[in-house]
Structures are given as C-alpha cells and as structure tokens.
C-alpha cells in the first residue's frame, strides 16, 4: 500500500539576498495546540526589505532559506489536537513571536524580551521560523488573535505595527492631554501619530527629511503639523553632529512654537542626528521613546538629558497588545489608517512587491508606504 502524499502549497522562499523563489512546500497538518491558517494579507515592513536586500537584518543572517512576513491576518482552516478555544472558519490576526512561557520575563508579562522567543520571519534562532509569506501555515493557537467582524484582513495585518506602538506609549504613560513629536514619517511614525490622537495627544507633529511623506501625513489628519528637515553633509566629527543636532532641534521648536519641548518624543527613525535631536526636543521631564531600528552606536548628549530628568526608554517589539490594537482597529477611531496601504500584490508576485519596496516610488510617482500581499487581486 502506498503512502497518502501530502498536499502542497506555494512560499515566497528567500535564500539570499534578491534570491526569492516562489516555491512548491509540502503542507504538514497542524501539531498539537496548533491552528492552520490561510494566510490572507501579509504587510511588508523595513526588517523584511533589510533581509530581502542583504540576506540578514542586523546581527541576524540567513543560515538556511527562509519564509520572511511577520505582519499577517487569516482564516484557519484546520485545529491540532488539544485547540479549544478556536475553530475552522474563524478569522483571526496572527501575532508572530511565540514565547517560551516559562522563563522569568513572560512570568513578569514581559515575554517580548524572552531569551527562549522564536520570531516568524527572524533569523536570529536556528533552526529559522517561517514567517507568512505562504499560503497557509501552522501557528500555535495561543498566539492567534479573534478578528471583530468589523476589522478587515488588512486591517488586522497593521495590529503588528500598531502593538509595536502601543507598547512605546505604554512604558511612556501616553495619556489625554500631552504634546507628542514624532521623528520619521513611514508606516510607524503615522501610526503614532494616530495612536496618540486616538489616545487623546492635544498636540500630535511629525519630522521627516522627506516632503511628499510629510504632506501625506498633514493631508490625511495624521499630524496636526509637520516639519521637512534639509539635508546636510555628513558632519566631520562626533562634536559637530552634537552640535548640528541642537541647533536643529531649536530650529524645530520654535517651528512648531514649542520651544519649551513635547511631552513625549518617538523616534522612529534609528537615525543618529534624530536621536541626538530627540533629547534636545524633549521637555524638561519628558520622555523619549527610541523605537526605530538603525544605527548601533550613537553619540548622546546624555548631559542634556541628565540635567532636565528627561527619560530615554528603549522599546522592542511588544507584549501583551494584540487585544488592543484589535479593539482600536475595529473601533474606526483610528483615522484614514487605510490610506496607509499603497500598494497590493498576489502573493506569487512577492519578488516585484519587494523591488517596489526598495525604490519607494511607483511608476506613475506615487509615494510607497505600506504594500499588502495575500491572495486577492492585485493593484
């Protein structure tokens, strides 16, 4: 008697930089206290491109192909024994890191910073976790999140960017009332921007070195104000950068007629001069929230920060938020967050979605921000 063959079902499979296949993959039933799902929308973001272009992100280095996507909705298809709380049909948002559950951070809730999590996507463990640039794919249910009727795939997609930013407010005590800048005006930067009109900032503005950004964001009510940063030579010396960088952000203030500071500062950049900048525009008693990802060792003016008790937290990933993110992206308080998904691609044309990525504008000029991918129609 011959074995059943398994059923098969198409990747978007990377094995080095630029090298991604769309590959046929053998479809494996769900383990225990795992859910199938069928992938219906993946949103592609900075860390995706860093692999895609390089074949690492950071540190983190490709050691076998890899199924990047991290950012995803779907349908589950099918529950592993010992799934109770979940059925087939039901829709739900895929949260992509899974916790070991037992070490002393997930015990305190804090198991974003787990030493034991394996990331959908990432390269950082071996054997790698595939991300959801697939069709379909095994998750454990614990980590799979129920979608109100009223929250669309893509919608639940943006839950992942979104909790990156709810955890950034959470250990900055956002609250109704304060004043809020944001460096860097992509996908993160707008959705904290909204996330702090949601939570009731009185003043939310954005900085970019990009005008069109900028102007989406005005445009569209994510920012009540904004600012173009112009470019400038590389400076000579860690000394002149300081220097540049306080100068800067004084320009900024009293741009925005804030020359006493913002309550609290988003960096979403990673960018050395804006984190430099971040401190300066802080007020005295206020906090900076370093969320973006870029440059390893930066220059502070920590004397600045020291003498005016402004706090700088750093914030990775997050924990505990999908419920949250869901409930505020199923509520509509969110403005024109659709308008944060420029561009859609079948899930076989990964490879294009990723060169559009990189060149960050379309062939009729239009800005790229957020590009969706699954199995729909394309556009």
């Known amino acids: ?29 769900p383990a225990h206290g795992q859910c199938q799902v069928a992938v219906m929308s993946t949103g592609l973001c900075g860390s995706d491109l860093h692999y895609y272009l390089h074949g690492r992100n950071g540190d983190f280095a490709l050691q076998s192909p890899l199924v990047l996507g991290h950012e995803a909705a779907g349908i589950i298809t099918a529950v592993g024994p010992g799934v109770k709380n979940l ?33 959908a996507s990432s390269a950082k463990t071996f054997p790698h976790l595939d991300g959801t640039l697939q069709e379909r794919m095994n998750h454990p249910a614990h980590v799979l999140h129920p979608l109100a009727d009223s929250c669309s795939f893509e919608s639940a997609a943006l839950a992942e960017p979104l909790s990156v930013l709810i955890h950034a407010a959470r250990r900055a005590n956002l609250g109704a009332g304060q004043t809020v800048l944001v460096y860097g005006a992509g996908t993160i930067g ?13 003043h939310v503005v954005i900085i970019d070195i990009n005008q069109a950004r900028l102007a989406f964001a005005k445009t569209h009510g994510f920012a009540d104000a904004t600012f173009c940063l112009p470019a400038a030579p590389k400076a000579k010396a860690p ?22 500071g913002f ?28 969320i973006g990802m870029g440059t390893r060792n930066t220059t502070l003016p920590l004397s600045a920060a020291a003498l005016r ?22 509520s509509g308080s969110l403005r024109n967050l659709d308008k944060l998904v420029t561009h859609r691609f079948r899930l076989s044309d990964t490879a294009r979605a990723f060169e559009l990525l990189t060149r960050g504008v379309d062939e009729r000029g239009q800005m790229v921000l957020k590009i969706m991918l699954g199995p729909g129609s394309a556009s």
């Open 190 to 202: 707008l959705l904290a921007c909204a996330l702090a009109k949601a939570w009731g900032a009185a």
């Open 309 to 330: 008790e402004v706090d700088i937290h750093g914030s990775f990933r997050y924990a505990n938020t999908y419920p949250a993110a869901l409930a505020l992206l199923a």
């Open 263 to 290: 309550d609290v500062v988003f960096e979403c950049t990673g960018a050395e001069p804006c984190i430099q900048m971040a401190i300066h525009t802080a007020i005295t008693g206020g906090k900076v929230m370093l």
């Open 1 to 29: 008697m011959s074995p059943v063959a398994l059923p098969t079902q198409h990747a978007a499979v990377l094995y080095g930089p630029k090298d991604l296949r769309y590959d046929d993959r053998t479809l494996w039933p």
């Open 87 to 119: 059925v087939p049909g039901q829709r739900v948002a895929i949260e992509a890191g899974i916790m070991c559950n037992t070490c002393d951070y997930c015990a305190k809730g804090r198991y974003n910073l787990c030493k034991g999590m394996r990331f």
């Open 239 to 260: 000394e002149e950068q300081l220097a540049r960088a306080a100068d800067n952000a004084k320009r900024v203030l009293e741009a925005f007629g804030a020359e006493d």
